[in-house]
T-cell receptor, first 116, second 113 residues
Framework: GNSVTQMEGPVTLSEEAFLTINCTYT??????LFWYVQYPGEGLQLLLK?????DKGSNKGFEATYRKETTSFHLEKGSVQVSDSAVYFC???????????????FGQGTTLQVKP | DTAVSQTPKYLVTQMGNDKSIKCEQN?????MYWYKQDSKKFLKIMFS???????INETVPNRFSPKSPDKAHLNLHINSLELGDSAVYFC????????????FGEGSRLTVL
């Protein structure tokens, strides 16, 4: 079956520290992979995505590379800010042939708290 | 102009009551979803509609009944509310043939007392 596993949180960092949030997946076929971010009291926003192996998604200083050999999509940022404090969700969209199935499967979310 | 909008944002009600949450998207997408986020932030799909047709129903109790009057709207009606229904419900939409990216509303926090 399809599943996503993220590292347990919460993750607490000082401002300007390096961030890694691990994400591994299990999927049949070739899924698209996503990182979504949920700021306090808000809905989910797409942070970045990758649709095929070795693609690198990037946005707002965050990066993640689709690694098929290790079935991973780890999120990284070189220097976090207080405003990055949020819950981060790794997700996959299963794909059959060239079409996405239209269903996102989420990891359990990782809470990031950045202190000044 | 909000792309995916849900109402109400907050809902507090008693056990046994019936309530509805409405969702509208102005992105021209073909598919809409309801997701439930529990107290531990875990997100799980409940339903998916494509052009007003139900395509995903993830073993949700039949007290939950989605309705899609047109492809821009997907409402969720819940009968006989139970304490375990307390959660944040997110509406989302996506475009067919896309990468699978979903656009989410801001959520509706339901509290059952």
């Amino acid at each position: 079956g399809n599943s996503v596993t993220q590292m347990e949180g919460p993750v607490t960092l000082s401002e300007e520290a390096f961030l890694t949030i691990n994400c591994t997946y299990t999927a049949t076929g070739y899924p698209s992979l996503f990182w979504y971010v949920q700021y306090p009291g808000e809905g989910l926003q797409l942070l970045l995505k990758a649709t095929k192996a070795d693609d690198k998604g990037s946005n707002k200083g965050f990066e993640a590379t689709y690694r098929k050999e290790t079935t991973s999509f780890h999120l990284e940022k070189g220097s976090v800010q207080v405003s990055d404090s949020a819950v981060y969700f790794c997700a996959l969209s299963p794909r059959w042939g060239s079409s996405n199935t239209g269903k996102l499967i989420f990891g359990q979310g990782t809470t990031l708290q950045v202190k000044p | 102009d909000t792309a995916v909008s849900q109402t109400p944002k907050y809902l507090v009600t008693q056990m046994g009551n019936d309530k509805s949450i409405k969702c509208e998207q102005n992105l021209g997408h073909d598919t809409m979803y309801w997701y439930k986020q529990d107290s531990k932030k875990f997100l799980k799909i409940m339903f998916s509609y494509n052009n007003k047709e139900l395509i995903i129903n993830e073993t949700v109790p039949n007290r939950f009944s989605p309705k899609s009057p047109d492809k821009a709207h997907l409402n969720l009606h819940i009968n006989s509310l139970e304490l375990g229904d307390s959660a944040v419900y997110f509406c989302a939409s996506s475009q067919d043939g896309g990468t699978g990216e979903l656009f989410f509303g801001e959520g509706s926090r339901l509290t059952v007392l």
